[in-house]
């Protein structure tokens, strides 16, 4: 059979203003930017759509769970401590905003170094193959000792390094997360995985000692978790694998011992999406009647702008 180019005329056709649409000037559109404008005119000027929408959508989130008096939990990969975002971080800390923080081993690593010296990061390729990576003594001998005099204490690994840094006077401790949330009393946990860490590397290290401060932190997390129903946040910043997976356990804990756990939001920032914070973040938790947000791009770009938008909804 020779088949001929279909002939168009019979088509029929319907009015544009028919039409729905899913853009619109009115509604959707950026607003104009202008040389001089505030942060919170520029947040304001930004379209209401895609990545934009879900930026604001988590700022809004954040200032309906605060109001409720309702957790927002920021859980955080070690990058988010190298990109220099204690200070934002803090400012938000500081204002009530955050309420609980999570990291994982090296996130809490970086932050006490940055607390001892002003630097963290060392170049592991230029000394991977000289036996060197990771033996730096002050590092692994203080936090190895924070934790074991920390667990003595009845600690978790999360307040025995905050507390170690506040104890012992480090020059730059204003810079540190862990001892700005020991300061304002509010639950820091640490979650590792053994053999992850440089410290685990040093003489000093305990298996039991690490083991048990990172497991107390995991039952205090789900505690945090266990609140999140009816208007709390779960922020999961640059954490591949272990965050994810850890909050997706809180979770389920929480829920098998009776809590009720709902009507939460949660959100995934990351420079790219990877499986495990989509499913164990963004939708298995708020599959019910919660909303997960992700939002893609650069965390020293991306969390300043959340910053400051919560900042303008909780003033």
């Not at 649409?21 to 930017?33: E, T």
């Not at 170690?164 to 639950?187: M, Q, Y």
């Not at 999961?236 to 356990?249: D, I, W």
């Not at 999406?273 to 938790?285: A, D, F, I, S, T």
């Amino acid at each position: 059979m020779k088949y001929r180019p279909v002939d168009l005329s019979g088509v029929s056709t319907y009015p544009l203003a028919e039409r729905k649409n899913k853009v619109s000037i009115k509604n959707d559109f950026a607003g104009p930017v202008s040389a001089g404008m505030s942060v919170a005119g520029l947040i304001d000027a930004l379209p209401r759509q895609l990545g934009a929408e879900s930026l604001m959508g988590v700022a809004d989130a954040v200032a309906d769970a605060r109001a409720k008096g309702k957790p927002v939990i920021l859980a955080m990969g070690a990058h988010v401590i190298k990109c220099g975002l204690q200070p934002v971080l803090k400012t938000l800390i500081e204002a009530g905003a955050i309420t609980a923080v999570a990291l994982n081993g090296a996130g809490s690593i970086h932050d006490y170094e940055l607390s001892l010296i002003g630097e963290t990061s060392e170049d592991v390729g230029a000394v991977l193959h000289c036996g060197t990576f990771g033996m730096a003594e002050e590092t692994g001998r203080d936090i190895n000792r924070a934790l074991k005099e920390g667990i003595a204490r009845g600690m978790g690994y999360g307040e025995s390094v905050g507390r170690f840094i506040i104890d012992s006077g480090n020059p730059f401790r204003e810079w540190s997360l862990l001892a700005t949330c020991v300061e304002r009393d509010i639950p820091v946990t640490v979650h590792v995985a053994l053999g992850t860490d440089i410290i685990h590397q040093h003489p000093a290290a305990d298996g039991a000692v690490i083991g048990e401060a990172t497991f107390r932190d995991f039952r205090l997390l789900t505690s945090v978790v266990a609140d999140l129903g009816d208007g709390g946040v779960f922020l999961n910043v640059g954490s591949a694998v272990l965050l994810p997976e850890v909050f997706l356990k809180a979770l389920s804990i929480a829920q098998n011992l009776g809590h009720h756990v709902d009507h939460f939001s949660t959100a995934n920032f990351d420079m790219q999406q990877h499986y495990r914070p989509l499913q164990n973040v963004v939708k298995r938790p708020t599959s019910g009647k919660g909303r997960g947000y992700t939002v893609t791009g650069h965390h020293e770009i991306m969390i300043p702008l959340l910053a400051a938008a919560i900042l303008d909804r909780l003033n």
